[in-house]
């Protein structure tokens, strides 16, 4: 089992500057990539970034050049920088982890960009 504790979220305005954090526990062994997935009200989940054990990276169109995710291997701690929000990247954001066996989720954490 893995565990996922999430942080981070909350109101931002537009332009403005959030950072998620995605802490794991537990049978991290198995895992090889974390990630950030999102879920706007009415909108189907989508992947918003995600990076491997090698330090290797991929993110949505949308977020490109927006949002930096990146790792700290010793505290086994993802993070996604989010810079210049919008107001459609409002949603609850979802961390998960990958690897030998199911996908685990955090509990999602809410980020909201409004004025």
């Known amino acids: 089992q893995v565990q996922l504790a999430e942080s981070g979220g909350g109101l931002v305005q537009p332009g403005g500057s959030l950072r998620l954090s995605c802490a794991a526990s537990g049978s991290i062994s198995r895992i090889f990539a974390m990630g950030w997935y999102r879920q706007a009200p009415g909108k189907q989940r989508e992947l918003v970034a995600r990076i491997t054990n090698a330090g290797s990276t991929n993110y949505a169109d949308s977020v490109k050049g927006r949002f930096t995710i990146s790792r700290d291997n010793a505290k086994n701690t993802v993070f996604l920088q989010m810079n210049s929000l919008k107001p459609e990247d409002t949603a609850v954001y979802y961390c998960?982890?990958?690897?030998?066996?199911?996908?685990?989720w955090g509990q999602g954490t809410q980020v909201t960009v409004s004025t």
């Open positions: 998960y982890a990958a690897g030998l066996g199911p996908i685990y």
